[in-house]
């Protein structure tokens, strides 16, 4: 099992960067596929979902409106474009495969993971 991001970098604040997670090794169709972010000193975040299988998509409220999650099923990847970033965007994003979102409470939380890739560190100047 495999999972691939890349695409991190440094931009300024209000700049965009697309993020790709390469997925191999199991059946993409029978996962969610989630990305999460970890900023120093702060515990690791959901960021946005998609179900491959019908590609619905979740995301954080902080990211609402400015990332969009997507899916290339025929590729088994999985891209994340980031708009208008901000400073506090900066951080190593992960993608993983698992469950997808749950909703309570006017908030969605993720689902449970069952692969991680690593990580790739994006960096918002400002």
């Known amino acids: 099992v495999q999972l691939q991001a890349s695409g991190g970098g440094l931009v300024q604040a209000g700049g965009s960067l697309r993020l790709s997670c390469a997925a191999s090794g199991f059946n993409f169709d029978d996962y969610a596929i989630s990305w999460f972010r970890q900023a120093p000193g702060r515990e690791r975040e959901g960021v946005s979902c998609i179900s491959s299988s019908d590609n619905d998509t979740y995301y954080a409220d902080s990211v609402k409106g400015r990332f969009t999650i997507s899916s290339d099923n025929a590729k088994n990847t999985v891209y994340l474009q980031m708009d208008s970033l901000k400073p506090e965007d900066t951080a190593v994003y992960y993608c993983?495969?698992?469950?997808?979102?749950?909703?309570?409470?006017?908030?969605?939380?993720?689902?449970?993971?069952?692969?991680w890739g690593q990580g790739t560190q994006v960096t918002v100047s400002s």
């Open positions: 993983a495969a698992g469950g997808i979102w749950t909703y309570y409470r006017g908030t969605y939380y993720p689902g449970l993971v069952d692969y």
